[in-house]
């Protein structure tokens, strides 16, 4: 069974800094690896998504980076800003155990927030 | 574009009855609709997948008789929550895959439900 997790659990910084934020998985044979922030109360919004094939991707002050082999993954923010205040999902796509090729098996996230 | 509307998003029911919740595809046709549930400060867990036209499919130790799915039509389906009980008490979110991005998912924002 996939299982994913999220380190910290909880990151408190003030802004401006940069950030980094840990994902682990424990099946490797995954399709792909994505990054969603959640607002309270809200749904997802997908931020970052990477392919198994990939190494890492970019989207403006974001960048993911993905190590297959290890079962990690990073989501790196630059000069953070308060309205980066969320949690930070990962899930992961696919795997040996039997999950279909549209499931996504979510670890538990990160409260991120961003001190002014 | 892409958008899943999801009502209501927040509810509040009595112990015993039942709670419908409804998620639209706006711009999009969602032949596919995924239904998670996510409990305090807990990753998002898949409840069940349903298939325009077709019967769900409901993951492990969800109670299909309790968690009713319809997906009636290409833009609309509905879970409901019957004979609820304070422990369905939880965010419900769905999600469709995302037409135009491959792997890609779009999320309803969810309902918060309460059961007293």
């Known amino acids: 069974k996939q299982e994913v997790t999220q380190i910290p659990a909880a990151l408190s910084v003030p802004e401006g800094e940069n950030l980094v934020l840990n994902c682990s998985f424990t099946d490797s044979a995954i399709y792909n690896l994505q990054w969603f922030r959640q607002d309270p109360g809200k749904g997802l919004t997908s931020l970052l998504l990477?392919?198994?094939?990939?190494r890492e991707q970019t989207s403006g002050r974001l960048n993911a980076s993905l190590d297959k082999s290890s079962g990690r993954s990073t989501l790196y923010i630059a000069a953070s800003q308060p309205g980066d205040s969320a949690t930070y999902l990962c899930?992961?796509?696919?795997?040996?155990?039997?999950?279909?090729?549209?499931?996504?098996?979510f670890g538990k996230g990160t409260k991120l927030s961003v001190i002014p | 574009g892409a958008v899943v509307s999801q009502h209501p998003s927040r509810v509040i029911c009595k112990s015993g009855t039942s709670v419908k919740i409804e998620c639209r595809s706006l711009d999009f046709q969602a032949t596919t609709m995924f239904w998670y549930r996510q409990f305090p400060k807990q990753s998002l867990m898949l409840m069940a997948t349903s298939n325009e036209g077709s019967k769900a499919t409901y993951e492990q130790g969800v109670e299909k008789d309790k968690f009713l799915i319809n997906h009636a039509s290409l833009t609309l389906s509905t879970l409901t929550v019957t004979s609820a009980h304070p422990e369905d008490s939880s965010f419900y979110i769905c999600?469709?895959?995302?037409?135009?991005?491959?792997?890609?998912?779009?999320f309803g924002s969810g309902t918060r439900l309460t059961v007293v």
């Open positions: 999600s469709a895959p995302h037409p135009l991005q491959t792997y890609g998912y779009t």
């Open positions: 990477i392919q198994s094939s990939q």
């Open positions: 899930a992961v796509q696919g795997g040996h155990s039997g999950a279909g090729s549209y499931q996504l098996t």
